[in-house]
């Protein structure tokens, strides 16, 4: 590790922390109703929003009406991604004359259900499948919406705790409208015009064509990119507009736009602790789960950054430098960007999968096997380190659940989690999130790793499923779960080199989405019902306190702990054993079955 | 219950208006007003044509030019095709690379791999090297390197081909990025090729110093990414100041 990689992670880290409080504050007052500083400004376009949709803005909704809302919300959204994607071929702006054929019909589900669960898993490559039209009007849209969405769940919850005796949780219309127009799309507006100042273009004009230096020919693709970076990166939705994500030299063109992105990525869920705090009137509350989150996400970022710095031994062995140092970055740069060198990839690897963003400026698949497994874990966790933009901290709510939980089995007290008693209900619905994930990722890995496809099939081509694996031996493993892990996570990165674009995985990997987003939420809104209705018993002595070092210590463990029994035998059969092997030279040649794409 | 479902539909499609074309459309003016040339893919004009983009790399085989990264993207630093090689850390064909049989039936390269990335580099470079088996007897009737045996030598599992450079190779130089379109390389990258281009163009090593240090870029305000050489903008800068004569 360098003294100038060390800077930069602490620079960023600095700057989450910086802006918590004011921005947390910010959006308790707007999902509280109160005036804020962009009311004189904004106030008409939340008002019209209301209208042209038919809302009643002072209309409270029970959490069975409020999940209602947020499944028609999603379901459309999901009509309408599926439709504007078959149909690109008839619609304008579509210089590159894209049309249905780039899109079948299993393509269309899994992108539309991956962008409407903020997953953003891309099975298709941006440049050559899609045109602006449906880049814009049907993934950007969902990139705000899904965002919104998520944020509107957390706000729910987060008033099951803050009030008592009530049978409603707020109104989801209201809440998903205030997230958009005073959170979301000022801060999009000003993130995409930085983008812009540090070249990620903007225009709608057909690819550039052109001859090069040595006389080769050249196609550049173009589009309205910094408009869409801006949302994908502050929704955490991370879907790029390239195949190359964020490693594509016109959506992340600097060092300055990358801390720009992993910003934009980690400031909401991060202020969204404070909002958390604010809202159940005691922000030491939000600052203890603040500090969870920076404890996860430190080590983290460490562990990755170390194991990319060492580099691949196998590499240097072949007279390659290995220590950073004379003007090369050193450690493992393949499928890395010379720009960002190693701290720069490592840190936005941890940043991109603690949230639930998924964009990438390095390829996870090539990195190394410890290097690699950082992000894998942090998905597997349920993405609870800073989190997905509102998934982040509902999904850390129930960490805390279960935490109390626990430590109420250990003293024999009924457990409480700001003043509220965790009964069996709430504990039931928080294990129900845990274990459907949990199966969704095993499971469907398991059934990848062994499948097997008859000739002339539908599905995938003929003989094992294993066949799409870009890699083999341990590192093919990974490919799978780290798939299923980043579609139940929401997530959207990828190990690349599986070919996951046909209908087996477009199928399977859109199911993990549903599932992992909406048998995670659901859960968690019922609860927030449950919660809103009981009573707040004061504290006493005898109350185990949520907002110091013992609480944080225990929440992180409950995190690690659950996330370690669930995924490590998994894990040790992937990258762990792989580093073993890496380490004693041990290579592993491409599986020899014939490459046959599925027509 | 059921009353949820039109607002479902009346504001998404209120939203697909709002944030799916009216703000790109407004974000789009304001960048085209603010910040055409870099809005617009920061191209590179010369006489009057487009011969690159600043920040897409292109490809430079040319003794003469400093040579980039090895690319993924299509079939090298297609700008239509960003990709990187994903492959992993024990990857024999990362390492050693793999040929393939193309539709005439010869043997062709498939992916060109590490170990034979570092061959040319140090032959190109004029880098000292040991080499288990003569370089010699991989040479063509004409005299270059025959890829597909050096990549069927590295892949011999009973007595591979052991190539080792004497001075170490910057990592940049072997290692394919993530987008297949990296505009940079390192500095050291640049130093290793420095000698090459100062002799194909007839001009000193100190001259040419110069330039590429006019050409390289400090990390940014000093503290974030890399320092970086962008090879498009020093090639260009080289033909104008040493034109090959």
């Excluded at chain 1, 003293?411 to 009964?423: A, D, F």
């Excluded at chain 1, 990165?493 to 070919?499: P, V």
């Excluded at chain 2, 974000?27 to 920061?42: R, V």
């Amino acid at each position: 590790m360098t003294s100038i990689g060390v800077l930069q992670i602490a620079i960023f880290f600095g700057l989450i922390l910086l802006c918590a409080k004011p921005l947390g504050s910010f959006m308790a007052r707007v999902f509280e109703g109160e005036r804020t500083f962009l009311h004189p400004v904004l106030r008409w376009l939340e008002v019209l929003t209301y209208k042209v949709s038919g809302i009643k803005e002072d209309v409270e909704q029970r959490w069975t009406t409020y999940t209602a809302a947020l499944l028609s919300f999603s379901i459309f959204g999901f009509l309408l991604t599926y439709v504007l994607q078959r149909a690109q071929g008839f619609l304008p702006l579509n210089p590159q004359h894209f049309g249905a054929g780039q899109v079948p019909p299993d393509l269309a589900f899994n992108t539309a259900t991956s962008f409407v669960t903020n997953t953003n898993w891309q099975a298709y490559s941006g440049e050559s499948t899609l045109s602006y039209l449906v880049q814009m009007a049907a993934l950007a849209v969902q990139n705000f919406a899904s965002a919104a969405a998520g944020m509107a769940v957390a706000v729910a919850l987060i008033r099951g705790f803050a009030r008592q005796e009530k049978k409603t949780v707020g109104n989801f219309w209201v809440d998903v409208t205030r997230a958009t127009v005073y959170v979301l799309l000022p801060i999009a507006i000003l993130g995409g015009l930085l983008y812009v100042s540090q070249g990620a273009i903007q225009n709608f004009k057909p690819y550039t064509e052109l001859t090069t230096v040595e006389g080769a020919k050249q196609v550049i693709a173009q589009g309205p990119v910094a408009s869409q970076e801006a949302i994908k990166q502050l929704g955490t939705n991370g879907g790029g507009f390239f195949n190359a994500n964020s490693a594509h030299p016109f959506e992340n063109p600097t060092p300055v736009s990358n801390l720009l992105a992993m910003f934009l990525i980690f400031v909401i869920p991060g202020a969204l602790t404070y909002t958390f705090g604010k809202m159940v009137g005691d922000t030491r509350q939000g600052w203890a789960i603040f500090a969870a989150f920076s404890v996860m996400f430190l080590i983290g970022v460490f562990v990755c950054y170390h194991f990319e710095q060492a580099g691949n031994p196998i590499v240097a062995n072949l007279g390659v430098q290995s220590t950073a140092g004379g003007g090369q970055p050193g450690g493992n740069m393949e499928g890395k960007e010379v720009r960002f060198g190693i701290a720069s990839s490592a840190l936005f690897a941890t940043v991109t999968t603690d949230a639930s963003c998924g964009a990438i400026n390095g390829w996870h698949d090539s990195y190394t096997a410890l290097g690699g497994l950082v992000p894998l874990f942090n998905m597997e966790t349920g993405e609870v380190i800073f989190g997905g933009v509102g998934a982040g901290l509902y999904g850390i709510l129930l960490y805390c659940i279960l935490a109390v939980f626990i430590a109420g089995l250990m003293v024999g007290r009924t457990p409480e989690y700001l003043g509220k008693k965790i009964e069996q209900k709430e504990v039931k619905m928080a294990m129900l999130a845990v274990i459907a994930t949990a199966f969704s990722i095993l499971v469907f890995t398991a059934l990848s790793s062994v499948i097997s496809f008859p000739v002339k099939g539908y599905w995938n081509p003929a003989g094992l499923a294993t066949a799409n694996l870009g890699n083999s031996g341990p590192h093919g493993l990974s490919e799978i779960l780290y798939a299923y892990s980043s579609g139940t996570g929401n997530n959207g990165s990828a190990f690349g080199g599986l070919t996951a674009n046909t209908p087996w995985y477009d199928l399977t990997i859109g199911l993990a989405m549903w599932i992992g987003r909406f048998l995670f939420l659901i859960p968690l809104l019922a609860a927030a019902g449950s919660l809103a209705a009981k009573k707040k018993i004061p504290s006493t002595a005898g109350t185990f306190p949520t907002h110091g070092p013992l609480f944080v210590g225990l929440l992180v463990g409950t995190v690690l702990i659950v996330g370690a029994l669930t995924f490590f035998p998994a894990l040790s059969l992937g990258p762990i054993v792989e580093h073993f092997l890496m380490h004693s030279g041990k290579l592993f040649s491409a599986i020899l079955t014939p490459h046959l794409f599925w027509s | 219950m059921w009353d949820q479902i039109l607002p479902g539909l009346r504001i998404k499609l209120f939203m697909t208006v709002l944030l799916g074309v009216a703000y790109p459309l407004a974000m789009t003016g304001i960048s085209q007003l603010l910040f055409p040339h870099k809005a617009n893919g920061s191209l590179i004009t010369q006489n009057g044509k487009v011969i690159g983009s600043e920040i897409i790399g292109q490809n430079f085989a040319k003794p003469e030019y400093f040579h980039p990264r090895p690319s993924s993207a299509g079939s090298g630093y297609d700008a239509t095709a960003s990709n990187g090689s994903q492959l992993g850390p024990t990857s024999a064909k990362l390492i050693r690379g793999t040929t393939k049989k193309d539709e005439k039936g010869n043997e062709v390269v498939d992916f060109d791999g590490i170990s034979l990335r570092i061959v040319h580099y140090c032959v190109e470079n004029g880098i000292l090297y040991e080499s288990s088996t003569p370089l010699e007897k991989f040479k063509d009737a004409s005299g270059n390197l025959d890829d597909v045996k050096l990549i069927r030598a590295f892949n011999d599992d009973k007595s591979p081909l052991v190539f080792t450079p004497k001075a170490p190779i910057p990592v940049d130089a072997v290692t394919g990025s993530a987008s297949g379109l990296d505009p940079h390389i390192s500095p050291a990258n640049a130093q290793a090729q420095l000698a090459r281009v100062a002799t194909t163009r007839g001009v000193s090593a100190d001259q040419l110093n110069q330039l590429v240090a006019q050409n390289t870029e400090q990390p940014d305000l000093g503290i974030l990414g890399e320092a970086r050489v962008n090879v498009l903008k020093l090639n260009l800068a080289l033909d104008v100041q040493f034109p090959k004569k």
